[in-house]
C-alpha cells in the first residue's frame, strides 16, 4: 500500500501562485495514473487534475490553462502547479492514486485507491 502526503498549501491572495506537492511512499507510483482532487465545504470532492503513467495530462474545465500537473518518477511525486488563483479555488486539495497499474487518468474519487490527507489552499483578498 502506498502512502500519500500533500504539502504547499497556505492563504494567498487573488492572482497568486502555489505549488502542491505530493509525495509517495511505500511503493513507486511510476507505472499509476495519479490525481489531485479538491473538496470545498459543504460540495463533493472534485476532480482536479491527472496525469497517466504514460504522463498524458488531464484538467477539469475550471482550472485548464492555470494550473499544471507533474510527476518526477526519481522523486516518486507528483506536484500542483497552480496560477491565477480564485477565491473559487478555495478547497481541501487530495493527491491520489489510481486503483489500476497501467491506467488512463479517470476523473472519478472510485478509481481510486490511495489518498492522502489533503492540504489547505484559501484564496482571499
Known amino acids: 500500500q502506498v502512502q500519500l502526503v500533500e504539502s504547499g498549501g497556505r492563504s494567498v491572495q487573488p492572482g497568486d501562485s502555489l505549488r502542491l506537492s505530493c509525495s509517495a511512499s511505500g511503493r513507486s507510483i511510476s507505472n499509476y495514473a495519479m490525481g489531485w482532487f479538491r473538496q470545498a465545504p459543504g460540495r463533493e470532492r472534485e476532480f482536479v487534475a491527472g496525469?497517466?503513467?504514460?504522463?498524458?495530462?488531464q484538467y477539469s474545465d475550471s482550472v485548464k490553462g492555470r494550473f499544471t500537473i507533474s510527476k518526477d518518477s526519481a522523486k516518486n511525486s507528483v506536484y500542483l502547479q497552480m496560477n491565477s488563483l480564485k477565491p473559487e479555488d478555495t478547497a481541501l486539495y487530495y493527491c491520489?492514486?489510481?486503483?489500476?497499474?497501467?491506467?488512463?487518468?479517470?476523473?472519478?474519487?472510485?478509481?481510486?485507491?490511495?489518498w492522502g490527507q489533503g492540504t489547505q489552499v484559501t484564496v482571499s483578498s
Open positions: 496525469i497517466g503513467w504514460s504522463v498524458v495530462t
Open positions: 491520489a492514486k489510481s486503483a489500476r497499474i497501467f491506467g488512463t487518468v479517470l476523473k472519478t474519487p472510485d478509481q481510486y485507491d490511495s
